[in-house]
Protein backbone atom coordinates (compact mmCIF):
# COMPACT_ATOMS: atom_id res chain seq x y z
CA UNK A 1 0.00 0.00 0.00
CA UNK A 2 1.39 3.61 -1.19
CA UNK A 3 -0.44 5.59 1.18
CA UNK A 4 0.45 3.28 4.72
CA UNK A 5 3.57 5.76 5.85
CA UNK A 6 0.64 8.57 6.13
CA UNK A 7 -1.80 6.27 7.70
CA UNK A 8 -2.44 7.43 10.89
CA UNK A 9 -3.44 4.25 11.97
CA UNK A 10 -0.19 2.99 11.87
CA UNK A 11 1.00 4.83 14.15
CA UNK A 12 0.73 3.56 18.21
CA UNK A 13 1.77 4.70 21.94
CA UNK A 14 1.92 3.15 25.07
CA UNK A 15 -0.55 4.69 28.11
CA UNK A 16 1.20 7.28 28.78
CA UNK A 17 2.84 8.04 25.26
CA UNK A 18 6.45 8.05 26.46
CA UNK A 19 7.26 5.08 24.21
CA UNK A 20 5.72 5.84 20.26
CA UNK A 21 6.10 3.60 17.73
CA UNK A 22 5.03 3.42 13.97
CA UNK A 23 4.58 0.14 11.58
CA UNK A 24 5.93 -0.28 8.17
CA UNK A 25 2.64 -1.31 6.37
CA UNK A 26 -0.48 -2.72 7.54
CA UNK A 27 -0.61 -5.92 9.06
CA UNK A 28 -3.81 -8.11 8.34
CA UNK A 29 -2.76 -11.08 10.74
CA UNK A 30 -1.90 -11.17 14.47
CA UNK A 31 -1.14 -13.77 16.72
CA UNK A 32 -2.57 -14.39 20.16
CA UNK A 33 -0.66 -16.27 22.15
CA UNK A 34 -1.32 -18.55 25.32
CA UNK A 35 2.47 -19.49 26.60
CA UNK A 36 3.07 -18.14 30.26
CA UNK A 37 3.99 -14.34 29.39
CA UNK A 38 1.78 -13.67 26.53
CA UNK A 39 -1.03 -15.31 28.47
CA UNK A 40 -0.47 -12.15 30.91
CA UNK A 41 0.35 -9.14 28.57
CA UNK A 42 -2.04 -10.04 26.19
CA UNK A 43 -1.44 -8.62 22.83
CA UNK A 44 -1.82 -9.58 20.25
CA UNK A 45 0.99 -9.97 18.51
CA UNK A 46 2.16 -8.33 14.78
CA UNK A 47 5.61 -9.26 13.17
CA UNK A 48 8.04 -7.28 11.26
CA UNK A 49 11.43 -7.24 10.21
CA UNK A 50 13.67 -5.92 12.98
CA UNK A 51 14.83 -2.33 12.24
CA UNK A 52 11.44 -1.64 10.21
CA UNK A 53 9.91 -0.24 12.84
CA UNK A 54 10.23 3.00 14.00
CA UNK A 55 10.29 3.14 17.77
CA UNK A 56 10.71 6.76 19.62
CA UNK A 57 11.45 6.26 23.54
CA UNK A 58 13.24 3.18 23.59
CA UNK A 59 15.37 1.98 25.53
CA UNK A 60 15.61 5.61 27.34
CA UNK A 61 11.67 5.39 28.57
CA UNK A 62 11.97 1.61 28.28
CA UNK A 63 12.55 -1.26 30.63
CA UNK A 64 13.65 -5.20 29.21
CA UNK A 65 12.22 -8.24 30.29
CA UNK A 66 14.60 -11.49 29.69
CA UNK A 67 13.37 -15.21 30.58
CA UNK A 68 13.25 -18.91 29.15
CA UNK A 69 15.89 -19.24 26.61
CA UNK A 70 17.16 -15.97 26.23
CA UNK A 71 16.16 -15.41 22.80
CA UNK A 72 14.93 -12.14 22.96
CA UNK A 73 13.66 -9.01 25.43
CA UNK A 74 10.41 -7.84 26.41
CA UNK A 75 10.08 -4.29 26.26
CA UNK A 76 7.85 -2.46 28.46
CA UNK A 77 7.41 1.21 29.34
CA UNK A 78 9.09 2.17 32.37
CA UNK A 79 6.64 4.95 33.27
CA UNK A 80 3.08 3.11 32.47
CA UNK A 81 3.81 -0.76 32.33
CA UNK A 82 2.86 -0.94 28.57
CA UNK A 83 4.30 -3.89 26.98
CA UNK A 84 4.99 -2.67 23.72
CA UNK A 85 7.55 -4.47 21.77
CA UNK A 86 9.90 -7.46 21.97
CA UNK A 87 13.05 -7.86 20.16
CA UNK A 88 15.82 -10.61 19.53
CA UNK A 89 18.67 -9.90 21.60
CA UNK A 90 21.04 -10.92 18.81
CA UNK A 91 19.61 -9.98 15.95
CA UNK A 92 20.22 -11.69 12.62
CA UNK A 93 19.97 -10.11 9.49
CA UNK A 94 16.08 -10.23 8.15
CA UNK A 95 14.97 -11.22 11.98
CA UNK A 96 11.46 -10.70 13.01
CA UNK A 97 10.49 -9.06 16.19
CA UNK A 98 7.01 -8.35 17.82
CA UNK A 99 5.26 -5.21 18.32
CA UNK A 100 1.65 -5.59 20.95
CA UNK A 101 -0.73 -4.19 18.61
CA UNK A 102 -3.02 -3.22 21.75
CA UNK A 103 -1.29 -0.30 21.60
CA UNK A 104 -2.79 0.99 18.50
CA UNK A 105 -5.62 2.10 16.98
CA UNK A 106 -9.02 0.53 17.95
CA UNK A 107 -9.64 0.72 14.22
CA UNK A 108 -6.61 -0.74 12.87
CA UNK A 109 -6.80 -3.69 15.88
CA UNK A 110 -10.12 -4.35 14.81
CA UNK A 111 -9.31 -4.73 10.99
CA UNK A 112 -6.79 -7.41 11.71
CA UNK A 113 -7.66 -11.18 11.53
CA UNK A 114 -6.01 -12.78 15.60
CA UNK A 115 -4.95 -16.01 14.93
CA UNK A 116 -4.35 -18.40 18.28
CA UNK A 117 -1.18 -19.84 18.84
CA UNK A 118 -0.50 -22.52 21.23
CA UNK A 119 2.98 -21.22 22.33
CA UNK A 120 2.49 -22.72 25.67
CA UNK A 121 1.98 -26.33 24.26
CA UNK A 122 2.64 -27.83 20.95
CA UNK A 123 3.57 -24.15 19.06
CA UNK A 124 0.94 -24.87 16.33
CA UNK A 125 -1.87 -22.20 15.35
CA UNK A 126 -5.20 -23.87 17.42
CA UNK A 127 -7.92 -21.74 15.31
CA UNK A 128 -8.29 -23.87 12.27
ZN1 LIG B 1 4.15 4.58 29.05
Known amino acids: MNDAQSDPTHAGACHCGAVRMKLPSTPEVATACNCSLCRRIGG ?3 YF ?4 VEIQGHPEATAAYIWGDK ?17 PLEPTPGCKHGVNLGNFDPQLIASVRVRRFDGADTWTFIDE
Not at 71 to 87: A, D, L, P, Q, S
Request: with cysteine; hydrophobic share 30%.
Open 44 to 46: PWV
Open 49 to 52: EFGT
Open 71 to 87: TMRTIHCKTCGCVTHWE
